[in-house]
């Protein structure tokens, strides 16, 4: 099992930038594919960033595209998401999740494929 706790999230005006932090406990990063979601008032949870378990293949959003990176330094167990140039579409609640069990180098994009999920964090980007 994997505990996960976000930070970062704030108001921000459009243009502006973010990092999200996602710490985790309970197992290493090394060990799970990681991924950032987000849930907008009326819409269904997306993916943004997905990185999977060996770190060597990511995925980002269309949406997201030269803008979200998503980062992992293992020393610290911390998963990062670096937002630039944020929009007012941006805005919504972001998740941070795992998935125990995937091959090394597979990254996973439905929410439904995750085991474990922090408690999320809120970005507001103003225009």
């Known amino acids: 099992q994997v505990q996960l706790v976000e930070s970062g999230g704030g108001l921000v005006q459009a243009g502006g930038s973010l990092r999200l932090s996602c710490a985790a406990s309970g197992r290493t990063f090394s060990r799970n594919c990681m991924g950032w979601f987000r849930q907008a008032p009326g819409k269904e949870r997306e993916a943004v960033a997905v990185?999977?378990?060996?770190?060597?293949?990511?995925y980002n959003a269309d949406s997201v595209k030269g803008r979200f990176t998503i980062s992992r330094d293992g020393a610290k167990n911390t998963v990062y998401l670096q937002m630039n140039s944020l929009k007012p579409e941006d805005t919504a609640v972001y998740y941070c999740a795992a998935r125990i069990r995937s091959a090394p180098d597979t990254y996973y994009t439905l929410p439904q494929s995750y085991d474990s999920w922090g408690p999320g964090t809120q970005v507001t980007v103003s225009s």
């Open positions: 990185m999977s378990k060996s770190g060597v293949n990511t």
